[in-house]
């Protein structure tokens, strides 16, 4: 077995519901971190078939019954079945599929180390991001470690498995956004302080976003080969909010005509460390006044350097 994720890399032709590719995802990712721990020299090296259920009970059991299916909230929504599995589909058809593809690669003796993609992708974007947030030591600062914990704890962790994951439009991303933000900072209060605010937890959701989708957030990379006609690309990357910093705030209130100028000199007042989440909704707008529906391009304000 060369890893868990060449397991779960060829997808099954059919599903029940819209949830079932999703918690497909997940299910990978979460066998693998669980595979990780195994020390491979020992004989638990032959219990990820129990580990898979282990692994899917562990990622279903806060789901609701809806009919035939499990109602997850931490799935996406889109579509009539959005955010549900099917349980038959699991049970005769996924899980035991799964379980053969495991005790076929159990057979072979090339383990390598265990390390899923999304895992790669969310310990580095939780570092920079954590890195970020901290970084207002007269409102709240943290370790690192910490704010990559909330990360992990929060339905945020899923985007690491691709953009997919995100809301289709721009109304829902704002929504999902919010959400994102508020569980962010809810859970901080048990985890680091009552300090950290709605404005830290936008720039650790915001840091965290770009980090993962920066290559397609503001256009898609340049393709000698391909029809420049197409958008080879997730436009729902386009709909992530940017990081809003001081030099950003200031170098916009620059750009601005007086009275736009005005709106922005407030919000540098309060400072995005202690933005509240009306101080936060207006930052946004302001961006959106500027630079349009795309938000991200406001980032031509942040030096990048400061």
Not at 26 to 33: M, V
Not at 119 to 132: D, G, I, K, N, P
Not at 248 to 273: C, D, F, N, T, Y
Not at 282 to 297: C, M
């Amino acid at each position: 077995m060369t890893s868990v994720a060449s397991i779960f890399s060829r997808r099954p032709e059919t599903w029940g519901y819209r949830g079932d590719p999703f918690l497909w995802d997940a299910l990978g990712w979460e066998l693998s971190a669980r595979v990780a721990q195994i020390d491979r020299t020992s004989s638990n090296l032959r219990s990820l078939v129990p580990k898979l259920k282990e692994a899917f009970c562990f990622l279903i059991d806060d789901g609701a019954r809806k009919g035939d299916g499990v109602e997850l909230n931490w799935l996406p929504t889109a579509g009539m079945s959005g955010g549900v599995i099917h349980l038959e589909t699991w049970n005769d058809k996924l899980l035991p599929e799964l379980a053969r593809r495991l005790q076929e690669a159990e057979e072979v003796a090339n383990y390598t180390m265990e390390y899923h993609p999304a895992e790669h992708r969310f310990r580095f974007a939780a570092w920079a991001a954590s890195t970020a947030a901290r970084s207002s030591r007269q409102v709240c600062t943290f370790p690192v470690s910490k704010g990559a914990k909330l990360l992990r704890m929060s339905g945020l962790k899923w985007l690491s498995l691709g953009s997919h994951w995100l809301p289709r439009t721009r109304e829902d991303f704002d929504v999902a956004h919010d959400q994102w933000c508020e569980e962010i900072r809810h859970l901080a209060q048990d985890e680091i302080s009552n300090s950290f605010t709605y404005g830290i937890s936008a720039k650790l959701v915001n840091c965290f976003l770009k980090a993962l989708f920066l290559q397609t957030m503001v256009g898609p990379p340049f393709d000698p080969y391909g029809d420049r006609g197409e958008m080879g690309w997730d436009e729902s990357t386009r709909f992530i909010h940017p990081p809003i910093d001081r030099v950003l705030m200031e170098e916009a209130a620059r750009r601005s005509e007086p009275a736009m100028k005005e709106r922005w000199k407030q919000l540098i007042g309060v400072g995005w460390s202690r933005f509240t989440r009306d101080d936060y909704i207006r930052a946004i707008r302001l961006s959106r006044e500027i630079v349009g529906e795309d938000v991200a391009q406001i980032e031509a304000c942040w030096s990048g350097f400061q």
